[in-house]
């Protein structure tokens, strides 16, 4: 577990507009360093996005 969080460089939301199909959703993702991408979920809901440091002593 451990070395795959040290290989991710950013959590990715992208908001998706698909003219095509009519559709609208969010999509997050994990970015590697090495450039592979890791697509976590899609949701129909803008995600709130929210930052958290925990400090354990």
């Known amino acids: 577990m451990t070395k795959k969080r ?5 959590i990715r939301v992208e908001e998706v507009h698909d003219h095509e ?3 609208h ?3 997050v ?3 590697y360093k090495n450039g592979k991408i ?3 979920e899609e949701s129909d809901t ?3 996005l929210a930052r958290y440091v925990s400090k354990i002593y």
Do not use: H, M
């Open 21 to 23: 199909d009519g559709e």
């Open 29 to 31: 993702y994990f970015y």
């Open 46 to 48: 803008k995600p709130i």
């Open 6 to 10: 040290e290989n991710i460089a950013e």
């Open 25 to 27: 959703f969010y999509r």
């Open 38 to 40: 890791k697509i976590i």
